[in-house]
């Protein structure tokens, strides 16, 4: 029985806290046992208002992205300064490196070049390229739209992605993110929003889920605009590293258990069948088996300590919710999830982990 071909996830996924020192720059090493070089960093602020701020090796360094509004992509050299062997280095500016203010980044492996021509290779329709990682599921493509009714874009991966996020770089538009568990092929959840899932029919994803090989657009000037520029990430779930999936609440403080196959080390959460906010947490700004302190994706605000409603347990094989709040527990409720490892339940010789 393989119980996971990841033994250490830490090669392709790493939460990491700092402090800022108000410096001109700073660098900011991971905390792993082994070197990884981020293809994707995720940054907040825990104890300021600021951004929820995206960069990839695709589009460089110096641009950002914000997850909790529409704007387009902005060319900021006060945020991220560069991707290293071991982390990343940051600049001066506060949403990043103020002198009395803490963060959080979240980081992912990609690291693997890829183009295609879509003429050439009759993948997709339209020409894409990137950066993917088939042993962590993880790939990063970018594309530019031809304005035509529809379309189809290879994302790199050997398998059908459970998850696809999706943002125009050039000009003002929402997050668009389809989830394995939504509805149907044209559902979608915006990022930027609290809204509930949606039917995007053939504008968004060409109302059709992704293959093994591609993913498609419609004709929505969100994915397909002539000459429009969009960046995807795009995951599938690996066993004993990360798993994407929906559980329903129950209404009460001994909430829904969720079974993963790993000890966690990041969990994002939001309701789909109603309003309710993005919730990531991770198992470094709390370091205990009990964890509640959240940031929102869907805005700039601080950390979220509100330890009574936002409690979750991290078990050596999942997560189980300890708290009854309508947005991540309410009694039957649809909540989908996105999870990655900390360490598998069992490792690739039989050996399990422990919960701390």
């Not at 997850?67 to 290293?84: I, K, P, Q, R």
């Not at 394995?180 to 060409?206: E, H, P």
Request: with cysteine; net charge negative.
């Amino acid at each position: 029985m393989a119980y996971t071909t990841i033994d250490n996830p830490e090669l392709y996924f790493q939460v990491k806290i700092w402090s800022g020192d108000g410096g001109t720059t700073q660098a900011i090493t991971l905390d792993g046992s082994e070197d990884m070089a981020p293809n994707l960093v995720y940054a907040k602020g825990r104890s300021l208002t600021s951004p929820n701020l995206l960069f990839d090796s695709i589009r460089g360094a110096n641009e950002a992205l914000v997850a909790n509004n529409t704007n387009a992509e902005a060319t900021v050299t006060g945020y991220l300064n560069s991707f290293d062997s071991d982390g990343f280095t940051v600049g001066n500016d506060g949403a990043v490196n103020g002198g009395s203010d803490t963060y959080v980044a979240w980081c992912w492996k990609a690291g693997t070049s890829f183009s295609n021509d879509a003429s050439a290779t009759s993948i997709g329709t339209h020409d894409s390229s990137g950066s993917v990682n088939n042993d962590a599921g993880f790939s990063i493509v970018s594309w530019t739209g031809t304005g035509s009714t529809n379309g189809s874009v290879k994302h790199g991966l050997s398998t059908k992605p459970d998850l696809v996020i999706e943002k125009r770089r050039d000009s003002g538009d929402s997050w668009f993110t389809w989830h394995k568990t939504l509805t149907d092929g044209g559902y979608y959840l915006l990022v930027n929003t609290t809204a509930a899932q949606a039917d995007g029919a053939a504008g968004i994803w060409n109302d059709t889920e992704p293959t093994t090989s591609i993913f498609n657009i419609g004709n929505n000037t969100a994915v397909n605009a002539s000459g429009g520029t969009y960046i995807a990430y795009c995951f599938t779930g690996k066993q004993g590293f990360s798993k994407f999936g929906s559980y329903t609440g129950n209404g009460n403080a001994d909430g829904t258990y969720v079974h993963l196959g790993f000890r966690p080390a990041m969990v994002i959460l939001k309701k789909t069948n109603g309003t309710g906010k993005w919730f990531v947490q991770d198992n470094k700004r709390d370091g205990y088996n009990a964890t509640y302190k959240s940031m929102i994706a869907n805005t700039d605000g601080a950390e979220d300590t509100n330890s009574t409603a936002l409690s979750i347990d991290y078990l050596s094989n999942g997560f189980k919710l300890r708290n009854s709040y309508s947005e991540l527990n309410g009694s039957g409720d649809t909540m989908i999830y996105m999870a990655f490892a900390e360490a598998p339940f069992v490792n690739s010789n039989g050996v399990p982990c422990n919960a701390r």
